[in-house]
Every structure is written in C-alpha cells, then in structure tokens.
C-alpha cells in the first residue's frame, strides 16, 4: 500500500463517486513524501520513485491540513480530478492525477498513481503538465508499463478535449464548498492497512 486516506462520500451512483477530505482528516502516506513536505527537500521526494520500483517504503501517518479537497472519479477511466478549496496557490485550479481506473474494496476504492498530473486553471482553461520528469522515470524503472503508458497517452488527449469542451469533470466546480461543521472527521478502518489491494 502507497497510501490510505479516509474521504467523505458526497456523491456515487456506482460509477461517478464524488469524495471530500479536509483539515484534521488523518492518513497513510510514503515516509519520503512527508518529509518532503515538511522540509521542501527535492532530493527527498525524489527517493520515492526508485523506492516504488524497488517496492521498499515506509509509510508515515499525516494530518491534512490548509485546504479542503474535492475529488471525482469515473470508473474505468485512467484519471481522477481534484480541486482544492481554501486560501492557497491552488484554488482555482483543477488538479488532474492520472492513475489507474480505481476498484471497489470492502473498504473503498483501490487505485495506483501513474504519477502524471495537469494543472487546469478554471476559469482560463489553461493548463501546465507536471512530474513529466517522474513519470518518464517511472517508464524507466518499469514503474509505468508499456500497456499502461498507451492508456495514458490516449488519456492525455481525452482530458485536453474535455477540457476544452468544459464536460465531465469540467463541467461545473465548487469555489464556496465547505465540509458540514457536524460532520464527523472520517477516519479509516482499524485494519486498512491490511485489507487486500482490489487489483
């Protein structure tokens, strides 16, 4: 497991799921990437590709902070969009990782970072690839199959028509969404880090 982090269910008519995690909600995540986050060190953050080829990490516990998150997922496609809500660089973008289709678990959904992402700004349309250098590393490491990078490669082009078109996930955003103050904070399971991967 590269990550698990619990997320409020918004919406899911068993193929669009639409998720929210915000301020306080406590996860799973690679030891490298938080310390890189917590340091701002290049060279850390860049260990972690090399430890998912070797398949050797760390997981770390970590506390989202700074921003809300809204998330949508379409079965079967090679991507997931994501827009963070709060008083950041990133409001106002849409944050697009591409990954692969995700998979219903007992305790959720199953998915894999292809660790490509596009960053759309709403109202412009503009757009800035990014981690192209870790991804063609992660091609390298055999991280990235040949298969797979087919997939993405007609995904790229799908997600650029969409949005230019402002469909799917591009159709509307949620600049003033804010979690419920009576929401309970989710949290997951005692045994998530031991429930079989869905793939």
């Given at each position: ?8 269910v ?5 193929t669009q799921?639409?998720?929210?995690c915000?301020?306080?909600v406590?996860?799973y995540?690679p ?8 340091s701002?060190?290049?060279?850390v ?5 090399p430890?998912?080829?070797a ?8 506390t ?23 008083g ?11 990954e692969?289709p ?5 305790i ?6 292809l660790l490509?992402d ?7 349309l ?5 981690d192209?250098d870790e991804?063609a590393?992660?091609?390298?490491l055999?991280?990235i199959a040949?298969?797979v990078?087919?997939?993405?490669e ?7 028509a969409l949005?230019?078109?402002?469909q ?19 949290v997951?399971?005692p045994?998530?880090?031991?429930v079989p991967?869905?793939r």
């Open positions: 497991m590269w990550t698990a982090a619990p997320h409020r918004l919406a899911d008519d068993g799921l639409m998720l929210a915000w301020p306080g406590q996860m995540a030891a490298t990437w938080i310390s890189w986050l917590r701002g060190d290049a060279s953050r860049a260990q972690a590709v430890d998912m080829a398949g050797q990490w760390q997981l770390g516990q970590w989202w902070r700074d921003t809300s998150l809204l998330s949508r997922f379409s079965a079967g496609d090679y991507f997931s969009v994501h827009q963070f809500l709060g950041t660089a990133r409001a106002g973008q849409w944050y697009v990782n591409f692969l995700y998979l219903r678990t007992p959720g959904i199953d998915s894999f970072d490509l596009l960053v759309v700004d709403i109202d412009t503009g757009y800035q690839w990014k192209e991804y590393h992660g091609r390298r055999g991280v040949d298969r990078h087919a997939e993405v007609q995904t790229r082009a799908r997600v650029l949005i230019a078109a402002r799917g996930p591009f159709m509307q955003h949620h600049p003033d969404w804010q979690p419920d103050p009576g929401w309970r904070l989710p997951l399971p045994d998530a880090l031991d991967a869905g």
